[in-house]
Nanobody, 124 residues
């Protein structure tokens, strides 16, 4: 069992940056692949980025590639999402997810554990 708490969301102008954090409880964090998803109003939740337990494998949605960076610090039980060059279409609630499975080819199966989400709003 793992509990996830996201932070770092907020309101930013187009072109700005934010860094989201996801703090995990539990001693097994370092064994979990972690990911970020987002859900905009009226849309389904979508994959944003994922990182393997060791941090040596990362994947991104095409819409954020080159602008977002996922990273982790296993000593701090925390995963991050650095978001640069933000656009209004990045506006969404961002969710942290734990225990993803790497299916290969850049695809990941959703894990069992979710945070409560943090709102990111990008103004034009």
């Amino acid at each position: 069992q793992v509990q996830l708490v996201e932070s770092g969301g907020g309101l930013v102008q187009t072109g700005g940056s934010l860094r989201l954090s996801c703090a995990a409880s539990g001693r097994t964090f370092s064994s979990y692949a972690m990911g970020w998803f987002r859900q905009a109003p009226g849309k389904e939740r979508e994959f944003v980025a994922a990182i393997s337990w060791s941090g040596d494998v990362t994947n991104y949605a095409d819409s954020v590639k080159g602008r977002f960076t996922i990273s982790r610090n296993n000593a701090k039980n925390t995963v991050y999402l650095q978001m640069n060059s933000l656009k209004p279409e990045d506006t969404a609630v961002y969710y942290c997810n734990a225990d993803l499975r790497n299916l290969g080819g850049g695809r990941w199966a959703v894990g069992d554990y979710w945070g409560q989400g943090t709102q990111v709003t990008v103004s034009s």
